[in-house]
T-cell receptor
């Protein structure tokens, strides 16, 4: 079974400051990793994902995350945040199938609320 | 536009009443999911369905029921047996059965009167 720990429930930062949202996972098998974002009163949207290949993955709005197998982490970073980045961010994991594709369901962390202040 | 539609956006339940939350998708996805979201607890899986006429219990299925009679529809019934139904309910779908990328609806907020 897999599990996800998001170490910070809330992260307040000032606009244009860098931010890191931490995510650690545990699994006895290979995994796929995801970050989803939820804006107020909305569903979740996929921000970025790691399936294989380069351990550094990027989103179109400047976020990046690095898969670190030895530390079982998938921290999300952005060098300069905007007010519009204020949202709740969820890290998620699923088991990787040996023949490709994921198996089972996504397991979500409890979320980190990013609050960007002017 | 393709997507997932949840209705209603807000729903109120009286004591002892069953209520049904609607979820429809036109993405031609095989798999559909229901999650419950409570503040500070993230998302917890209630039920999921990987194919029509089949569904499995998630982590917190007690007090809920579902059906999957059509590929595009996956309604969730919150029964009177669910003693703490107040939450934000999210429906999702994915192309395959592994849930690599989930597409979410905009959610239903259920409250008890």
């Amino acid at each position: 079974a897999q599990s996800v720990t998001q170490l910070d429930s809330q992260v307040p930062v000032f606009e244009e400051a860098p931010v890191e949202l931490r995510c650690n996972y545990s699994s006895s098998v290979s995994v796929y990793l995801f970050w989803y974002v939820q804006y107020p009163n909305q569903g979740l949207q996929l921000l970025l994902k790691y399936l294989s290949g380069s351990t550094l993955v990027e989103s179109i709005n400047g976020f990046e995350a690095e898969f670190n197998k030895s530390q079982t982490s998938f921290h999300l970073r952005k060098p300069s945040v905007h007010i519009s980045d204020t949202a709740e961010y969820f890290c998620a994991v699923s088991a990787a199938h040996r023949y490709g594709g994921s198996q089972g369901n996504l397991i979500f962390g409890k979320g980190t609320k990013l609050s960007v202040k002017p | 536009d393709g997507g997932i539609t949840q209705s209603p956006k807000y729903l109120f339940r009286k004591e002892g009443q069953n209520v049904t939350l609607s979820c429809e998708q036109n993405l031609n996805h095989d798999a559909m999911y229901w999650y419950r979201q409570d503040p500070g607890q993230g998302l917890r899986l209630i039920y999921y369905s990987q194919i029509v006429n089949d569904f499995q219990k998630g982590d917190i299925a007690e007090g809920y029921s579902v059906s999957r009679e059509k590929k595009e529809s996956f309604p969730l019934t919150v029964t009177s047996a669910q003693k703490n139904p107040t939450a934000f309910y999210l429906c999702a779908s994915s192309m395959g059965q592994g849930g690599e990328k989930l597409f979410f609806g905009s959610g239903t907020q259920l409250s008890v009167l």
